[in-house]
């Protein structure tokens, strides 16, 4: 249940923010282990691991979000 929050908080954040993602759902340990995530649910951004064991609120995913596209932004230059 909290990783169907998680989902649909990161879908509206996209959706506020107007920007073209995708949200996956990662079910398979394997999986949540190339991410170091050790509880669940957790939320990759960019291929990194920015929250894990909890539901953050669409604005702090909003943050989060935010944050790695600056990041992705700086590096790239």
């Known amino acids: ?15 506020q923010l107007s920007i073209d993602a ?4 990662v079910t398979d340990y394997e999986g949540m282990l ?4 050790m509880r669940s649910p957790g939320l990759v951004i960019e291929e990194k691991l920015v929250c894990s064991g909890r ?4 604005a702090e995913i909003t943050t989060l979000i935010t944050n790695a596209l600056t990041e992705t932004d700086n ?3």
């Open 34 to 37: 190339k991410y170091g995530m």
């Open 55 to 58: 539901v953050p609120s669409v």
């Open 1 to 15: 249940m909290n990783c169907q929050t998680l989902a649909k908080r990161a879908e509206e954040a996209i959706k």
């Open 75 to 77: 590096a790239s230059k």
């Open 22 to 25: 995708t949200v996956t759902k």
